[in-house]
């Protein structure tokens, strides 16, 4: 329904509290609900950060062909290595062996030959190479987990509070069995249990993560639930004669999800930060798989000499930590703007 | 039972009981209740908080959840069908279309995510068939008739930017979408201001008598019920204890409940010296059945015959009163 009608209706002495507001082209088309989330998103000083960031990392991963063309296109994840060498080299070496394509966009410098940007691990792992791919595999972490967590999660948390009694039982306390394994030694020994079956790479750490990591949206979805259905609204609803099944889905799940939804984009950041531990530890995928985790774990070996091969840390942990502050200062700002009792006035 | 104003009956109560399972033990909320409702009549229910007013209204639209709430027996004519015993399916069909009902606190009675257009447009989809477009339409007409200005506008906009007067208004459309036959309405005003009370209570006067419809209205405020209702239902601890054609009611209050509510309202006529009384002790819980009159334990008038529980007696025409005592002989009465 379009909501501006031309001009002032007469009894406008009343009306004259509400002005007409015009509206542009872009409301128009994306419909008034949608604008204003987007209108939200991209006035909040905080969230505009965290968008920028995401924003950032996301162009990174689609144009990471382009940023770092990879040594070898059947294997594009796997880091190229300079060397065999133990010790790291600094920032702006030159690349001596086997050197890969170097990119288009390398003659803005107007430098000849290709160098290590950000360095190379001990291994001489290049780790600009490491962090751009490695950009591909945290997205593709974080969103599938947080995917995967999220259908279970609801599913067992709406199950719970619509059928109540034992289902709600049952359900809940398979949750709260999952709940008493510590996550990330929970995750650790599956993935490594999984490994063997499935073979390295990224899904047996994501299995485990999603196998250990449904039990919060379960619990807050079903708590949720239980407490949007005793509102008035939805006794109001049953009033004028509302099915079921719509009773659920238009008025008590969309007032449930919001903290659901929330946790989860905050979420996507920590599972990049566990699935980072994960492979620190040396569960998961293959040496050599860009990946942040692995590119700090890279540094194990240096911690005593931090101070000189500071690079082998700073960079792909700048990497991590951006990405996880990018997603936590979005759902923070989601929360304000979607959240229809925290909106301010019209 | 009582021909309301001779008008036809429209709904006819019989026996209403209904529980309430609780790890207390169980809540005895609504104990036999019996009325009816005449076409285009204004009921009024009254009653301290507590008493089975809005239980018996839930029960008879089945929205007492069950369990812990149990309806252990009554009839609910409406129509020639009885609407404690239809199935699920068949009692939906009659919420909103044809008895809608409001509620107390217009604040929280409207789903904060979706749109007024939305959310009053639901029964007119669901009951009548209607089009999207053809509801938006209805809408505009709705809202206009509640006295929401600049409906077409509204119709996008979500609860939060309606006041609370504006969202009862909104409430009230929803419930008159399909046009009911019988709009029930649980103490709409007393989550409002007094200058909003007066407008919302205009307002249902005016379309009740534009529709033609049939209201119940529950309060506990007895000087809504004198300017609103023709007939007034005073319930106590999940009976009813008195009823009577408002007029009567004012005048010639029978229950010794009923008088000591009167009593304890301020009145423009009775001088500055008469003093307010109050009502000694507090209702009961209701976990167990009361032996003999509930009202025994507050009533001033108790004596031996009160451990019988009294019927309704017709005590003039149109008027029955449940109590062994008649207060105005200050003698027993004889029944």
Redesign the interface.
């Known amino acids: 329904?379009s909501?501006a009608?031309g001009a002032p209706?007469p009894?406008s002495s009343?009306?004259d509290t509400?002005e007409?507001r015009k509206i542009g082209f872009v409301e128009r088309f994306l419909g008034?609900e949608n604008y204003r989330i987007l209108k939200g998103i991209l006035t909040n000083p905080l969230s505009v950060i965290g968008v920028t960031l995401i924003t950032f990392f996301i162009l990174v991963a689609i144009f990471a062909p382009a940023i770092a063309p990879p040594t070898n296109l059947r294997e594009p994840y796997m880091t190229p290595r300079d060397g065999y060498g133990p010790t790291p080299k600094p920032p702006g070496t030159e690349w001596k062996s086997r050197p890969p394509e170097i990119p288009f966009w390398w003659g803005i410098t107007g430098k000849e030959g290709w160098v290590h940007i950000f360095g190379t691990t001990g291994g001489q792992w290049d780790l600009f190479y490491g962090i751009v791919w490695g950009t591909r595999t945290a997205l593709k972490v974080g969103l599938t987990v947080e995917a995967f967590t999220l259908i279970i999660g609801i599913l067992i948390g709406s199950l719970s509070a619509f059928y109540g009694g034992w289902v709600d039982e049952i359900l809940m306390r398979i949750t709260e069995i999952f709940m008493a394994f510590p996550y990330l030694l929970a995750a650790l020994t599956l993935s490594a249990i999984l490994t063997p079956v499935i073979g390295k790479g990224i899904w047996p750490p994501l299995i485990a993560m999603v196998t250990f990591g449904w039990m919060g949206y379960a619990r807050i979805i079903r708590g949720d639930i239980l407490s949007v259905r005793e509102?008035?609204?939805v006794?109001?609803?049953?009033?004028?004669?509302?099915?079921d099944r719509r009773i659920i889905f238009?008025?008590v799940i969309?007032?449930a999800i919001y903290p659901t939804l929330i946790l989860a984009s905050m979420n996507i950041g920590s599972d990049v930060i566990s699935f980072a531990a994960l492979s620190f530890l040396g569960i998961g995928t293959e040496v050599g798989y860009a990946d942040w985790g692995q590119m700090i774990s890279f540094a194990r070996n240096w911690i005593p000499s931090l101070a000189t091969y500071w690079y082998i840390v700073v960079f792909p942990g700048l990497a991590l930590a951006l990405f996880t502050l990018g997603w936590n200062l979005v759902g923070d700002a989601l929360r304000d703007i979607m959240d229809?009792?925290l909106?301010r006035?019209? | 039972m009582i021909p309301g104003n001779g008008r036809k009956p429209i709904i006819k109560v019989e026996n209403l009981q209904t529980r309430f399972h609780t790890p207390e033990g169980i809540v005895y909320a609504v104990n036999g209740v019996d009325f009816e409702l005449g076409e285009g009549e204004t009921l009024g229910v009254v009653g301290e908080s507590g008493c089975g007013k809005s239980v018996t209204m839930l029960s008879v639209l089945q929205l007492i959840p069950r369990p812990p709430g149990e309806i252990v027996s009554g009839r609910a004519e409406f129509h020639g069908q009885d609407l404690l015993h239809l199935s699920n399916e068949e009692i939906r069909s009659v919420r909103g279309a044809q008895i809608g009902m409001i509620f107390q606190d217009p604040m929280t009675s409207l789903n904060p995510v979706l749109t007024i257009g939305k959310q009053v447009s639901e029964p007119l989809m669901l009951h009548l068939g209607m089009t999207k477009k053809d509801a938006a339409d209805r809408v505009i007409e709705l809202l206009e008739l509640v006295g929401i200005p600049e409906a077409e506008k509204r119709l996008t906009q979500y609860p939060h930017q309606f006041s609370g007067g504006m969202r009862q208004r909104v409430m009230i459309a929803m419930a008159l979408a399909c046009n009911p036959q019988i709009l029930i309405a649980d103490e709409p005003t007393t989550a409002l201001d007094v200058t909003i009370q007066a407008q919302i209570i205009e307002l249902v006067k005016r379309l009740r008598d534009e529709i033609g419809m049939s209201v119940i209205w529950i309060t506990h405020d007895l000087g809504v019920v004198a300017g609103m209702a023709q007939r007034v239902i005073v319930m106590y601890a999940g009976y009813i204890i008195e009823e009577a054609p408002v007029k009567e009611l004012y005048s010639n209050p029978t229950h010794p409940y009923t008088l000591g509510l009167l009593n304890s309202l301020p009145r423009l006529d009775r001088g500055e010296q008469g003093r307010l009384t109050d009502i000694p002790g507090l209702p009961p819980l209701l976990l167990e059945k009361p032996v003999g009159c509930p009202f025994v334990p507050r009533c001033v008038y108790a004596h031996d015959r009160c451990s019988e529980n009294p019927p309704l007696m017709e005590i003039a025409p149109g008027h029955r009163s449940a109590c062994w005592w008649d207060v105005k002989e200050g003698k027993a009465r004889h029944a």
């Open positions: 329904m909501v009608t209706t009894q009343y009306l509400f007409m008034p509102r008035d609204y006794m109001a609803a049953r009033v004028i004669g509302v099915k238009k008025h969309p007032n229809p009792r909106r006035g019209r």
